[in-house]
């Protein structure tokens, strides 16, 4: 697989950081504006014991979960909910582009002062890179 390029790498780089400020803006924006959830004159229908029964009369258990799972999710596009959903979202998109980023890296090679283990050397011809050959050199 090929590298990427450096301006590649900063192109990356700034779309992370702009998902990252558009997102955090709007979270902050969302969560100072804060509306509240409009009034449903049915809301206060899962806190009722004969509702409760009913939906697990008429669906199971099954049901009753759904109806909270519903509730629920609705619950999360309102207020100081839909701030923090925001907020988890721009994480979730920041971190799919740095998987996509991390993917399209290639791998690193082996190095023969390493002993086949992964690590970072200065550049052939560094001093600090000779002293390495030296060192592995005396060591046998």
Request: some cysteine; proline content about 5%.
């Amino acid at each position: 697989m090929e590298g990427l390029t450096p301006s590649e790498t900063r192109q990356f780089k700034r779309i992370a950081w702009t998902i990252l400020a558009v997102g955090f803006t709007a979270a902050v924006a969302v969560y100072f504006v804060n509306r509240a959830r409009p009034e449903n004159p049915l809301q206060g229908q899962l806190e009722s014991k004969r509702y409760l029964h009913d939906l697990e009369v008429y669906g199971g258990q099954a049901n009753v979960l759904a109806a909270e799972f519903r509730e629920w999710f609705a619950g999360l596009w309102y207020g100081e909910n839909l701030a923090y959903t925001i907020a988890a979202l721009t994480l979730i998109a920041v971190g799919g582009v740095r998987l996509v980023f991390a993917l399209k890296m290639p791998p690193e090679e082996e190095s023969e002062a390493c002993d086949g283990v992964i690590c970072a050397h200065p550049p052939a011809g560094h001093e600090a890179h000779d002293n390495v050959l030296r060192w592995k050199a005396n060591k046998k």
